[in-house]
């Protein structure tokens, strides 16, 4: 790789480390190819996506801005799982990983601040953004339905008190 693909490939990192709301760093040594075509295929139905990348590219991508400890994640064979949403590749990846003992979740960031394997793990328990707005949506439309359910009850009421009473003249 020459200083030019070099160069081009970081710019490629600093625009998906700019553009996921968080990564999830992780190390596959073992997987096949197989596996990892499984990975991608799930990530990708998330909306995510998988990248091996080199150590030494990901941290001057990163040129620093999330310190020491985030270094310290980019060491051995690392692939980073990102998604412009927080949740879905660190679902993908956390529940991957318990499948397969080959790939293992290090740890992750969001923005400049560092996440260790547990946080990632807690990070994935949190429901997805479309999860997140079909309860909003849910939680709005609830007030309405018992408006109109209170609104319609004297009407209802009213029309079984008169049936009643044409029963009972009926009779």
């Keep these: 790789m020459d200083r030019a693909q070099k160069q081009v490939a970081i710019e490629t990192l600093k625009s ?4 996921a709301g968080a990564v ?4 596959y040594m073992g997987l096949t190819v197989a596996e990892m075509t499984d990975l991608r295929g799930r990530l990708r139905q998330e909306g995510a996506q998988l990248k091996v990348v080199k150590n030494t590219l990901a941290t001057k991508a990163l040129n620093g ?3 020491e400890a ?3 994640l980019f060491k051995g064979p690392v692939a980073i799982a990102f998604a412009s949403d927080p949740v879905s590749a660190a679902k993908v990846a956390t529940q991957y990983a318990k499948d397969n003992d080959k790939f293992t979740v290090i740890g992750g960031f969001m923005g400049e601040q560092v996440l260790d394997k547990a946080s990632v793990t807690a990070l994935a328990s949190l ?16 007030p309405a339905t018992k408006i109109a359910g209170v609104l319609q009850a ?7 008190v008169m049936a009643a009473y044409a029963a009972k003249d009926a009779a």
């Design 154 to 160: 004297p009407a209802a009421q009213l029309a079984r």
């Design 24 to 27: 999830v760093v992780t190390h």
């Design 16 to 19: 998906d480390f700019a553009g």
């Design 127 to 142: 429901p997805s953004l479309d999860q997140l707005r079909a309860k909003l949506i849910g939680l709005i439309q609830a």
């Design 70 to 72: 985030g270094d310290t």
């Design 65 to 67: 801005s999330i310190g």
